[in-house]
């Protein structure tokens, strides 16, 4: 089944502690984004990327870095979370940036206190 | 900057009652329109797209017209269920800056039987 794959769906952590939210398609995408949801604000690109080792910032990339050594995964590092990043995030593929339907994860759900 | 701007919801209404979300957008040229839908606890799912000035996109009974003369893509549906309520966001795709999409807000609907 082709799908893209977040990981944790959830998770709780405290100002300043270094987290990792995976992200894995199996559609051999070449490009990936990121993007965060908060409400009244509908989603923002964080970082998105257009093959491997090939990234570059969206709109809102301030306290978060990423990185694509393997096609199928891209990873968003947040350093030293803040409750600022408190948000829903969502990782995205598609066969191409300007071509393709983009697909969706299912979301992580992250609370920074 | 490019932009969308939806209708502000929640909506609500009754099975079978006929659904319009107003969507208008701002952006150099000719971009591609879109309706993404999230159901609960999931990630956005492309529902239908158009790609030049008065395509029609439709899918599962929802159809939206590009409209340049008035920058609008309203989302319809003549008869709208249960299992339509989700959140609802328009996006465009610019012809420059193509890597990203651009959301509105969203829009939530609630149908009740």
């Known amino acids: 089944e082709a799908q893209v794959t977040q990981n944790p769906r959830y998770l709780i952590t405290v100002t300043g502690k270094k987290l990792t939210v995976t992200c894995s398609q199996n559609?051999?995408?070449?490009?990936m984004s990121w993007y965060r949801q908060d409400p009244g604000l509908g989603l923002r690109q964080i970082y998105y990327?257009?093959?491997?080792?090939?990234?570059d910032k969206g709109d809102v990339p301030e306290g978060y870095k990423v990185s694509r050594k393997e096609k199928r995964n891209f990873p968003l590092i947040l350093e030293s979370p803040s409750p600022n990043q408190t948000s829903l995030y969502f990782c995205?593929?598609?066969?191409?940036?300007?071509?393709?339907?983009?697909?969706f994860g299912e979301g992580s759900r992250l609370t920074v206190l | 900057g490019d932009s969308v701007t939806q209708m502000e919801g929640p909506v609500t209404l009754s099975e079978e009652a006929f659904l319009t979300i107003n969507c208008t957008y701002t952006?150099?040229?000719?971009?591609?329109l879109f309706w993404y839908v999230q159901y609960p606890g999931e990630g956005l799912q492309l529902l239908l797209k158009?790609?030049?000035?008065?395509d029609k996109g439709s899918n599962k009974g929802f159809e939206a017209t590009y409209r340049k003369e008035t920058t609008s893509f309203h989302l319809e549906k003549g008869s709208v269920q249960v299992s339509d309520s989700a959140v609802y966001f328009c996006?465009?795709?610019?012809?420059?800056?193509?890597?990203?999409?651009?959301f509105g807000q969203g829009t939530r609907l609630t149908i009740n039987p």
């Open positions: 995205a593929s598609s066969s191409g940036a300007t071509t393709g339907e983009l697909f």
């Open positions: 559609m051999n995408h070449e490009y």
């Open positions: 990327s257009m093959n491997v080792e090939v990234t």
């Open positions: 952006a150099t040229g000719y971009p591609s």
């Open positions: 158009a790609t030049k000035a008065d």
């Open positions: 996006a465009l795709r610019a012809i420059q800056g193509a890597q990203k999409l651009v």
